[in-house]
């Protein structure tokens, strides 16, 4: 069965999954970016191998996202993926269901900071383009598949609509059901890590141990995770679209801090746009 770590782009999702990996996986609990495989990213291309005939057709794969996933679950395990995907139904054809899922890891982040992460990460222009990025309800990630890209297996067509539409979807989905705010983890670590730990411990009924638990945060700060990039690279990263070089994936964390980085019109318009949303998370 799967446990989905579903987010917006850009919103602390692979922070979680590295915490989740060394706590999981790793003997010494340490954070290691080449081991972030064992909580794979779905949906990838390989999930489709002799599902699908036009895999850049939108229309095969979601007649085959349950389908899929109903693969991936024959070995009677349980397993976390990351997704970006929305929890939406595409003609009909929902993206996952109680069947083949057994709970949700929601991380949510405030899209005044989202949009700096966006400009950055996408080589948006400006912040004009960023917006419009954020704003899109018809917004997809993924592109055809190209031999000589490293990344080739994990750009497939990803449906993440608008900021708004994404959050409100996968509130939606009720079965073992856990909200992570990005701002909270920044701000209490051990007490939101430890909430995610109880939460596990609840659904797989496995107790986790303290020291454990502790050695994992302590590990997965966002400055380890940082250096760790640095000095090892990280396959995930991708390249600026204008010069070519790899980007620093962890590259602001706790210093993106919309106060400093967006101008008052900027501001209302994000306030405006997804006020009862924000409003709902205590964003405003």
Not at 221 to 245: H, M, P, V, W
């Given at each position: 069965m799967i446990i989905w770590l579903a987010s917006y782009p850009k919103s602390g999702n692979t922070w979680v999954r590295s915490f989740l990996n060394s706590l999981l996986f790793n003997k010494n609990n340490e954070a290691n970016l080449e081991e972030l495989s064992k909580i794979d990213q779905y949906p990838k291309r390989s999930h489709f191998i002799n599902l699908v005939t036009e895999i850049d057709n939108i229309q095969e794969l979601s007649l085959n996202w349950i389908k899929s996933q109903q693969i991936l679950n024959q070995d009677n395990k349980i397993k976390f993926l990351k997704t970006h995907h929305a929890f939406c139904n595409y003609k009909n054809s929902y993206f996952t269901n109680n069947d083949v899922s057994l709970g949700v890891v929601h991380i949510v982040r405030d899209p005044r900071n989202v949009i700096s992460s966006i400009l950055y990460h996408f080589s948006k222009k400006n912040y004009k383009e960023a917006k419009e990025f954020l704003f899109d309800e018809n917004k997809a990630l993924g592109k055809k598949f190209d031999i000589n890209d490293p990344n080739a297996n994990r750009n497939i067509f990803t449906i993440i609509s608008s900021w708004k539409n994404h959050y409100n979807s996968w509130k939606q989905f009720k079965k073992n059901y856990l909200l992570v705010k990005y701002e909270d983890l920044i701000q209490d670590p051990y007490k939101e890590f430890n909430k995610l730990s109880d939460y596990l411990s609840k659904i797989v009924n496995t107790n986790f141990d303290s020291n454990k638990i502790n050695s994992a945060i302590k590990s997965?700060?966002?400055?380890?995770?940082?250096?760790?990039?640095?000095?090892?690279?990280?396959?995930?990263?991708?390249?600026?679209?204008?010069?070519?070089?790899?980007k620093q994936f962890f590259n602001l964390g706790p210093d993106n801090d919309w106060n400093k980085l967006l101008d008052n019109d900027l501001k209302e318009s994000i306030e405006k746009e997804f006020k009862n949303e924000m409003s709902e998370l205590g964003y405003i």
């Open positions: 997965n700060s966002f400055e380890n995770l940082r250096k760790l990039e640095t000095k090892n690279g990280f396959a995930e990263a991708i390249k600026d679209k204008q010069t070519g070089e790899k």
